[in-house]
């Protein structure tokens, strides 16, 4: 079962007639295979309408949808011979950022990214994707195994930030996420990464700091959520769609500015609706960016990262 947004109720009452037409003809024998027809074609045009004009701040509910796929889903269709590494080595293991070893079409890959979770069991145990210092250190010590075995880097992001909880702050959040930040920045390898759900705050730049960030067609990459900037500016979170019309936070609008280097297409209606689809696609546009970035070594590799993330906003 599909979870519908607030603007796709339209789509959602099309399917719903559908899905009863369906019953009606396995129940009573009834031929109404024309008229399912009909519903289906005026579907599937109503849904890529939908979101071929899809606001900003409906994108940010896209990018949230509950059944979008996560880093687990990327690691089952996209990857395979993941070899799962734990623990930062200084306090304990963080399951909102996962990683280790993988393939990538062959290629072998060191996949770092942000887990959210599927179900209330499975969201608290990896803490909605909100990494903690442990987390951004163990992704700083998988950056360097791979630097060490001269393996390019991915990155999957998606995360509304890093956790704000006195814990983190404790145990040195900040320092730690400018420290992944600065670990990204100095790989001497290859790397890739890709803005596949929420791109919040430092807590995105800690494993975005590539040199090529990919953005899935749906996704939102930003410094504050929209609700964060309307109560800073407008003492309301009801402004969040303003916001983040304001603040341009969409693909499109980033890949204009040279924020991202590429947008990666996703299934009609959202890469929730087939996740394999959508996982493959990212890998084929992985592998293409990791290509074109093997036949450099590592001070080219280093300065040209840097320079890429000088030039923003320049």
């Known amino acids: 079962m599909i979870s519908y947004l607030d603007f796709e109720k339209p789509v959602a009452a099309l399917e719903e007639r559908i899905a009863q037409l369906r019953n ?79 393939r990538l079409n062959g290629r072998r890959v060191m996949l770092i990214g942000h887990e959210k979770g599927h179900d209330t069991k499975t969201r608290i145990a990896h803490n909605f994707g909100m990494g903690k210092p442990e987390g951004y250190r163990k992704a700083i010590r998988l950056m360097q195994l791979a630097s060490r075995f001269g393996l390019p880097v991915v990155t999957l992001v998606d995360t509304s930030g890093a956790f704000p909880g006195i814990e983190a702050e404790e145990r040195g959040q900040a320092e730690a996420i400018a420290r992944a930040t600065e670990a990204c920045l100095a790989l001497e390898v290859p790397m890739v ?51 983040a019309q304001a603040m341009k936070v969409t693909a499109q609008h980033l890949k204009r500015d040279n924020v991202i280097d590429r947008i990666v297409k ?34 080219q590799l280093v300065a040209a990262r840097e320079a890429r993330f000088l030039a923003i906003g320049g």
């Open 193 to 243: 990464a890709a803005i596949v759900g929420e791109g919040g705050s430092g807590g995105a730049v800690a494993l975005a700091s590539a040199n090529r960030v990919l953005m899935m067609e749906h996704a939102v990459y930003s410094v504050i959520s929209p609700e964060g900037c309307a109560s800073i500016l407008w003492r309301t979170s009801e402004k969040a769609a303003d916001a």
């Open 24 to 102: 009606v003809n396995a129940l009573h024998d009834v031929d109404v295979a024309n008229e399912i027809g009909r519903l289906e074609a005026k579907s599937a045009e109503l849904l890529a309408s939908t979101y071929a004009s899809l606001t900003p701040w409906q994108k940010t509910q896209v990018a949230r949808h509950p059944q979008r796929p996560h880093f687990r889903d990327y690691v089952v269709h996209a990857f395979s011979d993941f070899m799962p590494l734990g623990g930062d080595r200084l306090y304990g293991d963080d399951l909102a950022i996962m990683g280790g070893f993988a």
């Open 266 to 299: 996703e299934p009609v209606g959202g890469a929730h609706r087939d996740p394999a689809v959508a996982a493959r696609a990212l890998g084929a546009a992985i592998g293409e960016e990791l290509d074109l970035l093997a036949g450099q070594n590592g001070s």
